[in-house]
Nanobody, 124 residues
Framework: QVHLVESGGGLVQAGGSLRLSCTAS?????????MGWFRQAPGKEREFVAV???????TDYADFVQGRFTISKDTVNTVDLQMNSLKPEDTAVYYC?????????????????WGQGTQVTVSS
């Protein structure tokens, strides 16, 4: 099993920044494909935000990111999401996810492990 724990969420004003972190523990060797971030706003489906390959060399972002977010892997078992120029519509619970087989997928069904989520609230 792989355990993912997110941190770094909170309340920020529009235009502000937050940095989310996710740490993986357990049998992390089974998830050496990709790690990503998804988000879910109230009443909406969980949607893709960003993904990185296991070695951090390849990344992909949702269209709505528009250069505001950066995903990075500082260590083998951590993945961060730096979010700048936040907008009220970015308000959601943000989830870290890890995939056993897929590297760089934006499909939430390709992810085997999920964190508990961290709330991000952007006020106008």
């Amino acid at each position: 099993q792989v355990h993912l724990v997110e941190s770094g969420g909170g309340l920020v004003q529009a235009g502000g920044s937050l940095r989310l972190s996710c740490t993986a523990s357990g049998r992390t060797s089974s998830t050496r494909s990709g790690m990503g971030w998804f988000r879910q706003a109230p009443g909406k489906e969980r949607e893709f935000v960003a993904v990185t390959s296991w070695n951090g060399r390849d990344t992909d972002y949702a269209d709505f990111v528009q250069g505001r977010f950066t995903i990075s892997k500082d260590t083998v078992n951590t993945v961060d999401l730096q979010m700048n120029s936040l907008k009220p519509e970015d308000t959601a619970v943000y989830y870290c996810a890890a995939s056993t087989y897929y590297s760089g997928s934006s499909n939430r069904n390709h992810y085997d492990y999920w964190g508990q989520g961290t709330q991000v609230t952007v006020s106008s």
